[in-house]
């Protein structure tokens, strides 16, 4: 079975500094993993989604994320964070059940931003 | 588009009382999957249809919890009676084959919020 550790369950970086939120895969074969980020009182967004094709994946709002194999690893990254990014961060990877592509979610990263 | 919607996004009821939430997917969509959120357990799969057919149904946590989609457009999910260890935010997601085959790309609707007291 699929699953991803979220490193870390929480992170608090100031307004304008980077943002690293980390999650480590475990797949059997070639996964897909996303970022999903969920605001207060507010549902699930999709920030970003790799699939196999290039390693680096762009998502919404800046934030990127890098596949590495090597590393079983799919960190997402911000260059400079905002007061509006202040939410939970959910790394998913999706598990493959005769034929059906079924989620599995990390147990969360809640992310603070301070002015 | 207007997403994925549900219904109520708020609900206080008391212990012993039936339940029921309600989704509409986004149109076009062919897959509906219900989840579960709760401090304790994080976001669970509790059921998910296919072209309005429950395909798996072994995350429902006991028979107290049915789900039905009577068309496309529209699903329910219900407790009854419900108990205050059903207190959680229920999540309706979507979302479609495309031309590759790709189902794993799922649309949350805002959520409900359920408090049984």
């Known amino acids: 079975a699929q699953s991803v550790t979220q490193l870390d369950s929480h992170v608090s970086v100031s307004e304008g500094t980077p943002v690293l939120l980390r999650c480590n895969y475990s797949?059997?074969?070639?996964?897909?993993l996303f970022w999903y980020v969920q605001h207060p009182n507010k549902g699930l967004q999709l920030l970003l989604k790799?699939?196999?094709?290039?390693?680096l994946v762009k998502g919404i709002n800046g934030f990127e994320a890098e596949f590495k194999k090597s590393e079983t690893s799919f960190h997402l990254t911000k260059p400079s964070a905002h007061m509006s990014d202040a939410a939970e961060y959910f790394c998913v990877v999706s598990e493959r059940d005769t034929g059906f592509q079924k989620l599995v979610f990390g147990t969360g990263t809640r992310l603070l931003v301070s002015p | 588009d207007a997403g994925v919607i549900q219904s109520p996004r708020h609900e206080v009821t008391e212990m012993g009382q039936e339940v029921t939430l309600r989704c509409k997917p986004i149109s076009g969509h062919d897959y509906l999957f219900w989840y579960r959120q709760t401090m304790m357990r994080g976001l669970e799969l509790l059921i998910y249809f296919n072209n309005n057919v429950p395909i798996d149904d072994s995350g429902m946590p006991e028979d107290r919890f049915s789900a039905k989609m009577p068309n496309a457009s529209f699903s329910t999910l219900k407790i009854q009676p419900s108990e205050p260890r059903d207190s959680a935010v229920y999540f309706c997601a979507s979302s479609f084959i495309g031309t590759s085959g790709d189902t794993d790309t799922q649309y949350f609707g805002p959520g409900t919020r359920l408090t049984v007291l």
């Open positions: 790799y699939t196999s094709a290039a390693t």
């Open positions: 797949s059997s074969y070639s996964p897909s």
